[in-house]
């Protein structure tokens, strides 16, 4: 049997499912205020390229999901790292941790709003909120979690605290980190369409509803498959990030 | 009053979680002793090295150091760990390891380079300086330990089991290069191990401890000539009997 590479064999599936659904909207005549043939979809979308709006579009929701991720990611592993490193701070902040971690980003959308009014700030205070926590988590159980047999080699060449921090904690934390950063922005972009689709005018999710309220079912799947393809892009160049930085060492001494 | 000698347990007391781990320990070690520790495990071995490297602080009494409480690590006492997978920064590079040390002790960056190139050509790794720790084998992980041990010029070593996980051969060799590393520098050395044939090699005095709670129950001095050989040194009558004497010694404990 020949060798099927794995990009081909990965794209049998999804290719097959848009044929099917060609031929099935070609075949009943597809006239609908909700559905979209294949084809309709790719025209759309080809418009919304040539006049620029979804390229516009994109560089909003990707400064929102990026200004947020670089604002709460390092909030996030700034407090990791405190709380990671002092046993008095993590006890000290337990509580508020716990009760503040639980309230979901998007409700905030109202009170964001209030704040700020539409906008940039606004969805990137919402974002920051969200990338806030995996990070501020990850970070602290991955301080927290740096081999013992470390700091001891910390301790016994009396590195003070900032050095302890940068030389010792940091290079060995950084794998999980990266991890909770990848996390991070994942849920940073999720956030920011959920924010445009909700309430901002800004933005892929923004015009997303445009297409949903004017009756434009095809630019409208043009949309959400442009964000689906940003989500994929954006996990692939962190996951070809993390190998190329972490390769070998990351797996050495991660493990907790 | 006698003298105060260079290191100095003090009626020292260790309680870990509740339970005694060690229980009024006196001892004295004299500038230039090269002090074997051996016992059955749960003997304190390790409690007393990281009392004397100041990573542990005592229940009761005091451990000193040239007169001094010992309260906190100290630039002139060295650490050397048993595992060296988890005392090596694996990020940094072989020097970048040594420099470490050198950067802890706020040598200005200039004098760096030399005092690198010096503790890794001691140790025989001048020609793996830019490898990573990975790409060495045990033995030159542990070489590595000993070079950035040498490169903060410490006045005491301590040497926790260094070369408990290496094979027999490497660890013969280890043994000697320690041995002359040692006798060049005229270094103090607390030497940890549960090899009862490491300690009368290396050793002119072998503490035994005995656990539950951990106490010294032997003191033994090795008057085998130096420098010592891994051929006549072994082969010496007095080897074999403070080899028997200790074997003796531990099986009682373990009994």
Partial sequence: MKRVPAVLRGLAFPVALIAIAQIAAMAVRLQSDTLASPAAVLVAGAGAFADGSILVATAQTLANAFGGLALGGIAGLIGGILLGSSIVADRLMEFSVEALRPIPSVALIPVAM????????????????????????????????????????ARVLRLGPFARTVKIILPAALPRIFVAFRLAAGIALTVAVTVEVSANPLGLGYNMMLAEQSLHPDLM???????????????????????RFFGRSAQARTAP | ?????????????????????????????????????????????????????????????????????????????AVMFQDY???????????????????????????????????????????????????????????????????????????????????????????????????????????????????????????????????????VAVALPRPRNQLTTREDPEFARLRRQLFDFIKDAEA
Wanted: net charge negative; aromatic share 6%; hydrophobic share 50%.
């Fill in chain 1, 221 to 243: 799947l043009a949309y959400l498959l442009w964000i689906g393809i940003m989500g994929w892009a954006l996990n692939l160049t962190i996951n070809g990030a993390q190998r």
């Fill in chain 2, 85 to 219: 997978g988890r005392a090596l920064l694996p990020w940094r590079t072989v020097a970048g390891n040594v420099s470490l040390a050198l950067e802890a002790l706020d040598v200005p960056k200039g004098e760096r380079p030399a005092r690198i190139a010096a503790a890794l050509a001691t140790v025989g790794l001048s020609a793996k300086a830019e490898k990573y720790p990975n790409q060495l084998s045990g033995g030159m992980q542990q070489r590595l330990q000993i070079a950035r041990c040498l490169a903060q010029e410490p006045k005491v070593l301590l040497m926790d089991e260094p070369f408990g996980a290496l094979d027999a051969m490497t660890r013969q060799t280890l043994q000697d290069e320690v041995l002359s590393i040692v006798s060049a520098s005229g270094a103090t050395v607390f030497f940890v191990t549960h090899d009862l044939e490491e300690a009368v090699y290396l050793g002119n005095r072998v503490i035994g401890l005995l656990p539950h709670p951990g106490r010294v129950a032997s003191d």
């Fill in chain 2, 1 to 77: 009053m006698e003298a105060e000698p260079l290191i100095a347990f003090d009626r020292v007391s260790v309680t870990l979680g509740g339970l005694p781990v060690l229980t009024d320990i006196d001892l004295r070690i004299d500038a230039g002793d090269f002090v074997c520790v051996v016992g059955p495990s749960g003997c304190g071995k390790t409690t007393m090295l990281r009392l004397l490297g100041g990573l542990l602080e005592p229940t009761a009494g005091e451990v000193r150091y040239a007169g001094k409480r010992i309260t906190e690590p100290r630039a002139d006492i």
């Fill in chain 1, 114 to 153: 209030l704040t700020f009014g539409f906008g940039f700030r606004m969805e990137v205070a919402i974002v920051s909120f969200a990338a806030f926590w995996p990070v501020l988590i990850l970070t602290r159980s991955a301080v927290g979690g740096v081999d013992a047999g470390l700091l001891d080699v």
